[in-house]
């Protein structure tokens, strides 16, 4: 199953709204999940099923799902948010991955 | 707490097995739905899933490595061990190890932080 995560990198400024998507190329019945990375970090996750927020993320993160589309939101950018960005299917091993997307600051 | 630590050699020659180790704490790998993959990331290329063991033994296996890859567990050390053979210098990666743990409606997903590997003669 392939996901393509668009955009690859965005510049956003603090204050801003952010929208990531993520497209399965066939059904994945909502089990994708989202993550976020910094530098020399391991991988945290932010979602899962799609819509539903990990505990202990704050609620300016969220995801959504139409059919095999997939949106990450974080409707409020603020400065701890910068980040790569990635995408992950669980529906069928191998579970595969977005291409990542890099926000940066403005 | 859930903490994952890979460890094995961060510089390997061409054609070498490449064995690394997953340690972990905070969870058993007896625990009926929890899991443990190695995924890698080559430099500036996506996250590729590597293998995958389940709490049951049972294993999955990217269709593309399979014939290289070999995963197990040690379930005493709170271990999860990756061997991959006749490495290249394409499989300069780092390497990650990752928790997950599904049931109903709870989702749990924890990740080490990597180790780097060259395959360089």
């Known amino acids: 199953i392939q996901l393509t995560q668009s955009p690859s990198s965005l510049s956003a400024s603090v204050g801003d709204r952010v929208t990531i998507t993520c497209r399965a190329s066939?059904?994945?019945?909502?089990?994708l999940v989202w993550f976020q990375q910094k530098p020399g970090k391991a991988p945290k996750l932010l979602i899962y099923?799609?819509?539903i927020l990990q505990s202990g993320v704050p609620s300016r993160f969220s995801g959504s799902r139409s059919g095999t589309d997939f949106t990450l939101t974080i409707s409020t950018l603020q400065p701890e948010d910068f980040a790569t960005y990635f995408c992950?299917?669980?529906?069928?091993?191998?579970?595969?991955f977005g291409q990542g997307t890099k926000v940066e600051i403005k | 707490q859930i903490t994952l630590k890979e460890s094995g050699p961060t510089l390997v020659k061409p054609t070498q097995t490449l064995t690394l180790t997953c340690t972990f704490s905070g969870f058993s790998l007896s625990t009926s739905g929890v899991t443990v993959d190695w995924i890698r990331q080559p430099p500036g290329k996506a996250l590729e899933s590597l293998a995958l063991?389940?709490?049951?033994?049972?294993?999955r296996y990217s269709p593309s490595l399979k014939n290289r890859l070999t995963i197990t567990k040690d379930t005493s050390k709170n271990q999860v061990v990756l061997t991959m053979t006749n490495v290249d210098p394409v499989d300069t990666a780092t390497y990650y190890c990752?928790?997950?743990?599904?049931?109903?409606?709870?989702?749990?997903?924890?990740w080490g932080q990597g180790i780097p590997v060259t395959v360089s003669s």
């Open positions: 063991l389940y709490w049951d033994d049972d294993k």
């Open positions: 990752a928790y997950r743990y599904a049931s109903g409606t709870y989702y749990s997903d924890f």
């Open positions: 992950r299917q669980v529906n069928s091993y191998p579970w595969t």
């Open positions: 099923a799609s819509s």
């Open positions: 066939q059904d994945i019945s909502g089990y």
